[in-house]
T-cell receptor, first 113, second 110 residues
């Protein structure tokens, strides 16, 4: 596709359920990033990949959060045993390796009830 | 990564020039200054990047003094559609991760 695609756009889940958020980066983009953004705040870094290798996961809040990019393209951010505090906009971005111009997707709005 | 400090908000009228100054006192030799723009309900969008002196593109200009401890994003003749949050970031040349702060909310009114 022409841009970064995220699905679903909206996800409502019950507390305690697991959720998987998908990101399809721009074709050819080596680097892929996950961010979380609360209302009125800037994006908070979670993790990033170069190809299939997870380069930095220091921003993942706890071990309920994990991410993978097995074939170096599509990535999945998984949140296990969701809690209400996990409610936020989750944004994915991709870029050419070594390029600081990252392209963001429209995000997935996660609501935990 | 160097920490950045920028104003929380700025108001302007249509047609005026808006200048947003960002402080990054601990910037490293191989760091670049990068600015992103975010409209409501959208993801951030890259605006401009520079290392020193002045950079200009079709959207904005970026002024960086010799000591590189601050930078100024200049938006010429703003319109209502320039209302957005503007983020100043310091990024390394090898990339890695973008650290966003709270940004500057710019509101343009008629």
């Amino acid at each position: 596709g022409a841009g970064v695609s995220q699905s679903p756009r909206y996800k409502v889940t019950k507390r305690g359920q697991d959720v998987a958020l998908r990101c399809d980066p721009i074709s050819g983009h080596v680097s892929l990033y996950w961010y979380r953004q609360a209302l009125g705040q800037g994006p908070e870094f979670l993790t990033y990949f170069n190809y299939e290798a997870q380069q930095d996961k220091s921003g993942l809040p706890n071990d309920r959060f994990s991410a993978e990019r097995p074939e170096g393209s599509i990535s999945t951010l998984t949140i296990q045993r969701t809690e209400q505090r996990d409610s936020a906009m989750y944004r994915c971005a991709s870029s050419l390796q070594g390029d600081t111009e990252a392209f963001f997707g429209q995000g997935t709005r996660l609501t935990v009830v | 990564l160097a920490k950045t400090t920028q104003p929380i908000s700025m108001d302007s009228y249509e047609g005026q020039e808006v200048n947003i100054t960002c402080s990054h006192n601990n910037i490293a030799t191989n760091d670049y200054i990068t600015w992103y723009q975010q409209f409501p309900s959208q993801g951030p969008r890259f605006i401009i990047q520079g290392y020193k002196t002045k950079v200009t593109n079709e959207v904005a200009s970026l002024f960086i003094p010799a000591d590189r401890k601050s930078s100024t994003l200049s938006l010429p003749r703003v319109s209502l559609s320039d209302t957005a949050v503007y983020y100043c970031l310091v990024t390394t040349d090898s990339w890695g991760k973008l650290q966003f702060g709270a940004g500057t909310q710019v509101v343009v009114t008629p």
